[in-house]
């Protein structure tokens, strides 16, 4: 079996049930190198993951111009693939000296077109603004989003971090349905659960993306009195089923009708591999809330 496609209806556009993040990809033990990250998309390709999370500033602005590399050595990979890239963070340097956000049009229009440059690629799949910008202009975003889908140089738009509020605010004067909000969900930041967030996708038939779903490897590496009791309680599943503990964890995720889409930030091919396999270790609606609740500390109410 391989990772299903899930659909997003409002857009006529589908991408894999479980997405190949770039945040990590500099970072990578065995390089960096354009045969080591064909290796990487080729791994994910044979296991039906076909999309891949970027963002301007990952690997400090270099990962995209790797991943770009590694596409212009083996070109009949863009056929295959499909980019989701963000943008708004400005990180301090020469240039800027106080890290902040920036989502006026210009930079936005900049920002995807440098994203282009370094992708060596025609079009992006899907653009992300990556934190919500406090002096954000929802009128001038929703304008340049317009402007950028009709030259061509993007097919959807939508946001990461966002609150509700800040969702439906930007949602309220862009016309189009906006793609998803990337959140940040795993069992020790459940909060996306309680604030409305994914209350939110399902009122608008949006899949929330989720990042950081193995809480930065705490399931791999447990070290507070809640880490331990929760990658306990998923051990103690994952034996029954004769599953290992990551894909417990994602089957966690795929429960919520929301339908979540887990990023993965592995550099380990055998990594990604173990967590296509999650779709083989369904888990009941008992097993969901015990995990939730040995993560919380405390059951529901």
């Not at 929802?138 to 889908?149: H, R």
């Not at 209350?199 to 331990?228: A, C, N, Y």
Request: aromatic fraction near 10%; charge should be positive; hydrophobic fraction near 35%.
């Amino acid at each position: 079996m391989k990772v299903p496609q899930i659909e997003f209806p409002k857009h006529k556009f589908s991408i894999s049930r479980l997405v190949y993040g770039m945040w990590r990809l500099h970072e990578d033990k065995e390089g960096t190198s354009p045969e080591r990250i064909i290796k990487k998309i080729e791994t994910c390709l044979s296991l039906g993951i076909d999309t891949f999370d970027h963002a301007d500033i990952y690997g400090n602005f270099e990962n995209e111009k790797l991943f770009g590399h590694a596409l212009a050595k083996l070109p009949s990979l863009k056929s295959k693939i499909k980019i989701i890239t963000k943008t708004g963070i400005q990180v301090p340097g020469s240039k800027f000296p106080t890290k902040h956000y920036n989502t006026s049009k210009e930079h936005i229009r900049y920002s995807v077109e440098r994203s282009l440059r370094k992708l060596q690629v025609e079009k992006l799949d899907v653009v992300l603004i990556h934190r919500p910008d406090p002096l954000m202009n929802p009128y001038e975003l929703a304008d340049i989003f317009e402007n950028l889908i009709t030259e061509g140089k993007v097919n959807h738009f939508g946001v990461s971090n966002f609150t509700p509020s800040q969702f439906q605010m930007l949602q309220s004067v862009y016309r189009k349905p906006l793609f998803t909000n990337q959140v940040e969900f795993h069992p020790f930041h459940t909060e996306p659960l309680f604030n409305g967030t994914f209350d939110q996708m399902l009122e608008h038939k949006i899949h929330p993306m989720i990042w950081s779903p193995t809480g930065g490897g705490k399931i791999f590496t447990p070290k507070s009195e809640r880490e331990v009791a929760t990658v306990s309680k998923l051990k103690e599943i994952a034996k029954g089923y004769g599953c290992a503990v990551d894909q417990i964890l994602y089957s966690w995720f795929l429960n919520h009708p929301a339908g979540l889409v887990p990023i993965l930030g592995t550099n380990d091919p055998e990594r990604i591999q173990s967590a296509a396999e999650c779709f083989f270790c369904p888990i009941t609606r008992l097993e969901w809330f015990s995990i939730l609740e040995a993560a919380r500390g405390k059951e529901v109410a």
